[in-house]
């Protein structure tokens, strides 16, 4: 198994779920996970937003806000839309995830909230449809005012494995509150649910990074960090709470906290600028985290590899 920081494009394509895992493993803490969403006018309207992250330096594509029964991206026409998924893998050369959101109808709002679409939601539907179009790991998540909560995400962990098999990869946790009373700021994230998520089935355990939810310092993050990896599990520190679009003074010291608390990969969101963080804070938070040498083979790599 190759580490991921050496796999090209040929090498992705054979992957499993689990593949996968154990290369970003290999790659001890050297994985950047770039969202972006695909429902918007792309940052630029010649590309696809996925196209010009992988361009900057991401190893992952995860995206959001697509909803798995109207598959679509903009800046890109298919003839069959059952076939846009695969097609994206194509042009990016990148293994390519999913957001869906467990959507929990009982919890206590703590603003008002939107009401989603099914494709967009972690139903077991959904996630059978989301298998189908090839997405190449799922991650159950909520964006903000959805209402999804820690409980429901344990749910659909159950689900997700049961559909996706042994073999599948399945990343959980929030980056915020998602507009859920009680589990914003230090409330958000605890040791009972970190067991709980990883007892469910979760792969990669999703954290917010140090700084970018009140409360979650590098020693308290770190403090989490350490329990994922006694489970077996692997952690990914995200940036998810608009701070993706701040300087890159801002992404360096959230890049430097995140390796110090111990992440195994490092997300940037999709908020900045039509649906990606601003292109080079992408390959400012990977120089951080991994130097120019394996920033600047990632971004060179040509997809025929």
């Known amino acids: ?18 593949e996968l895992k154990q290369s970003i ?4 803490g050297r994985t950047i996970v770039a969202e972006v969403i695909g429902a918007v006018t792309p940052y630029y309207p010649a590309v696809t937003n996925a196209e010009m992250a ?7 594509i995860l995206l959001n806000y697509f909803d798995v029964f109207q598959p679509s991206t903009e800046g890109l026409t298919v003839e069959d839309p059952e076939s846009i998924v695969k097609r994206l893998k194509q042009l990016v050369g990148r293994p390519i995830g999913l957001n869906l959101e467990p959507v929990d109808l009982t ?8 009401e989603l679409p099914e494709g967009r939601m972690a139903t ?11 997405f190449d790991f799922v991650c159950l998540t909520g964006n903000p005012k959805t209402g999804v909560s820690n409980a429901e995400i344990t749910k659909a962990i159950q689900v997700a494995r049961s559909v996706f098999g042994k073999d599948g990869l399945i990343i959980a946790g929030k980056m915020h509150s998602a507009g859920v009373a009680g589990e914003a700021g230090s409330s958000l994230m605890s040791t009972e649910t970190l067991q709980s998520f990883i007892e469910a089935g979760a792969d990669i355990i999703l954290i917010p990074s140090p700084g970018t939810v009140p409360g979650f310092t590098v020693e308290r993050t ?4 350490d329990i994922v990896h006694e489970k077996g599990a692997l952690a990914i520190l995200t940036t998810g709470t608009s701070q993706e679009g701040a300087d890159e003074g801002t992404i360096k010291q959230i890049a430097l906290n995140s390796k110090m608390a111990g992440a195994d ?13 601003i292109p080079e804070n992408i390959t400012t938070y990977s120089i951080v985290v991994r130097g120019k040498r394996h ?3 990632r971004m060179a790599s040509s997809i025929l590899r």
Do not use: N, P, W
Not at 25 to 28: F, G, I, K, R, V
Not at 265 to 277: E, K, R, S, Y
């Open 1 to 18: 198994m190759k580490r991921l920081l050496d796999c090209t494009a040929s090498d992705f394509l054979k992957m499993t779920g689990q």
């Open 295 to 297: 920033t600047y083979v």
């Open 25 to 28: 493993l290999a790659s001890e």
């Open 107 to 114: 919890a206590k709002e703590a603003e008002t909230l939107f």
């Open 54 to 60: 992988a361009a900057f330096g991401a190893d992952l």
């Open 124 to 134: 077991k539907r959904s996630l059978q449809k989301a298998k189908a179009l090839g």
């Open 222 to 225: 770190a403090k989490l960090v």
């Open 265 to 277: 990969l490092f997300h940037i969101g999709d908020a900045g600028a039509a649906g990606m963080t």
